[in-house]
């Protein structure tokens, strides 16, 4: 359990994250009113956005491998405002308070309740975001600060929105559309806050940072991605990865943490999909990728992996089908690494593979939704889905499990929303990766202004 004197530490140490970054932020704002001292500051302050995001959940998880069943209840008020655009600078905030409600019984990651299956979702109050961005025209923006990245689907880089605090980047990143249907994306990022929130306590002296899973990784990583979409029907896309991550209390580069340098890796793919209209309100699309990772910066291992999708689906007056073949490489060793991307949207909703085995991981899906018709019985809309996954090993080809998703999802306006949803993950062939069974039920409202 945390202590008290930790936590007011790590209020401490936020105050004082926040107070640089705004620092810095408000520095450049000011150097840019001198040369713009005509235009209006006060009244793109005053004309913004208020950002009210609030989403209570109930997370239900019964573990095969852990005796008692987590239970967690808990509130998430993301409270922020953007102004409005003053000479080419847009500045935006927002806070996360995330409470923990009724008695807690399960595994926050940083709760001590290790008992309990994991429900990554601690109590917490801190910033999520702290960003300007600048549009000096040629159809570019420049952003710096503590900010959300979503690069193509965020099989790479996300925000993993799924959980009640999201993954956000300190980071400079520019965005440029200038060349009609093509758009380049380069960042860099200096540090990586993740899902846990604040570092309780140190990570450096803990077990999180001996296995290489600290609430955030120092950084000196860059991001590329290109899109280029102006053949009819295809969308081409290429993109690099260059990973170089620390746990805190570690330096980048060669003096390096041992686990958490084994995430630092060089990626370097590329994805093509196909929209089609087979007739009328009947279309389909075809997506294929491909991505080669290396070892890279301090990671102590030599190796070669290769990630490859191909996908298919349909769609007809709101009911869909897809079917879909994803494979992680791994070679024994380690398994095709993805420690910034969104995982929960990908390989089952129980979160078995949050990171690949090392054996690598296949997954053979089968996917179906229906959407009925908007406006159905005075909602805006009601969405219905199942999916199927089969896993097995890349090297072996051993058999590690499967699983069944489902979910329905209520949107009452353009504000709020119901969702129920459920995963349930049978596993097999412990040795070879495969886990416990487990199953996790979810019960969720959400309102955003």
């Known amino acids: 359990m945390n202590s008290e004197g930790e936590q007011n530490m790590t209020h401490v140490k936020t105050k004082r994250t926040c107070w640089r970054i705004s620092r810095g932020l408000l520095g450049i704002l000011a150097v840019s009113g001198v040369a713009h001292a005509d235009v209006p500051l006060a009244a793109a302050i005053t004309g913004g956005r208020a950002d009210i995001d609030l989403r209570a959940r109930y997370e239900n998880v019964d573990d095969a491998s852990k005796l008692p069943i987590a239970q967690a209840g808990t509130l998430r008020a993301r409270l922020g405002y953007e102004t409005a655009t003053w000479n080419n600078f847009q500045f935006a905030f927002d806070i996360d308070q995330v409470w923990t409600l009724g008695g807690a019984t399960y595994n926050s990651t940083r709760n001590g309740k290790t008992v309990f299956p ?32 979503l690069i193509g689907d965020q099989r790479f880089v996300g925000n993993v929105g799924w959980r009640q605090h999201e993954q956000t980047f300190d980071s400079v990143s520019a965005v440029n559309s200038s060349v009609r249907n093509l758009t380049l994306t380069y960042a860099y990022l200096y540090r990586v806050n993740r899902i846990g929130g604040p570092d309780i306590p140190v990570p450096s002296t803990t077990t999180a940072a001996a296995t290489g899973q600290a609430n955030s990784f120092k950084s000196n990583s860059h991001v590329f991605d290109a899109v280029y979409a102006g053949l009819n029907g ?63 910066a301090a990671n102590p291992l030599s190796f070669g992996l290769d990630y490859w999708l191909g996908e298919a689906s349909v769609t007809y007056r709101g009911l869909m089908g897809l079917a879909g073949y994803e494979a992680l490489g791994g070679n024994g060793a380690i398994g095709f690494s993805t420690p910034l991307a969104t995982l929960h949207a990908f390989d089952g909703w129980a ?8 054996n690598g991981l296949n997954d053979v899906y089968v996917k179906a939704s229906y959407a009925v ?63 416990a069974d487990k199953s996790i039920f979810w019960l969720q409202t959400a309102y955003k202004y």
Do not use: C
């Open 118 to 149: 994991v429900v990554a979702d601690p109590a917490m109050t801190t910033l999520d975001r702290l960003q300007l961005t600048y549009a000096p025209g040629f159809e570019t923006k420049i952003t710096i600060g503590r900010q959300r990245l």
């Open 234 to 296: 295809f969308r081409f896309e290429a993109y690099t990865f260059l990973l170089d991550l620390a746990a805190p209390g570690y330096a980048t580069g060669p003096t390096q943490q041992p686990a958490t340098a084994k995430l630092s890796t060089a990626t370097y793919g590329g994805r093509a999909d196909y929209s089609l209209q087979l007739a009328d309100g009947l279309a389909g699309k075809i997506s294929g990728e491909f991505a080669h990772q290396t070892n890279y």
């Open 351 to 358: 979160d078995m593979f949050l990171s690949t085995p090392a």
């Open 373 to 435: 018709p908007a406006n159905f019985a005075a909602m805006k809309s009601l969405t219905g889905t199942i999916a199927y996954h089969s896993f097995s090993t890349d090297k072996f080809a051993k058999g590690i499990g499967s699983e069944w998703d489902a979910q329905a999802e209520l949107a009452i306006d353009g504000n709020s929303s119901f969702l129920l949803k459920y995963a349930s993950y049978q596993g097999s062939n412990a040795a070879f990766g495969g886990y």
